[in-house]
């Protein structure tokens, strides 16, 4: 966020404020994925949340992976692949069920005094390799 979805708090955190741009850079077994975030800016020193939703057309199951590449300021901070059901704080649960289905991510942002650009890149994979969703994450900090 995306070693896992929570490498954006550690990002993140090295900035004073910022307001987060997402967007889907892929999608597969998630249609019509939305990105939402109840923080209308996201500061050093304070708890963010986002949260990714859709329509989920094949279980999600133990084995599935996600893989998230972050840079700060262009420099390769974060290049990790994780279990997605098992990295800490993570809101999947093994399996999931398809249909309607919606997890939020609740990140702790460190203090941090120094300004930068956050880009977040998260591949969400199901065990066999393919593709669940794929979102970025930007801010300007």
């Known amino acids: 966020m995306l070693a896992r979805i929570v490498v954006i708090a550690a990002v993140v955190a090295v900035a004073l404020a910022g307001v987060p741009t997402f967007g889907i850079c892929g999608t597969g077994t998630l249609q019509n994925p939305v990105i939402t975030t109840s ?15 859709g329509d989920l057309t094949s279980p999600i199951e133990s084995g599935s992976k996600l893989i998230n590449l972050a840079k700060f300021s262009g420099t390769v901070v974060e290049d990790t692949t994780q279990d997605l059901c ?49 979102m970025t994450a930007d801010v300007q900090l």
């Not at 923080?39 to 939703?53: C, L, N």
């Open 39 to 53: 923080d209308a800016e996201w500061k050093a020193g304070t708890t963010v949340h986002f949260t990714i939703s």
């Open 86 to 134: 098992s990295f800490p704080n993570t809101p999947f649960t093994c399996p999931t069920a398809a249909g309607v289905n919606s997890w939020t991510f609740s990140l702790d942002l460190p203090a941090i005094p120094f300004a930068g650009k956050l880009a977040s890149t998260s591949n969400f994979n199901n065990a066999d390799g393919s593709t669940i969703v794929c």
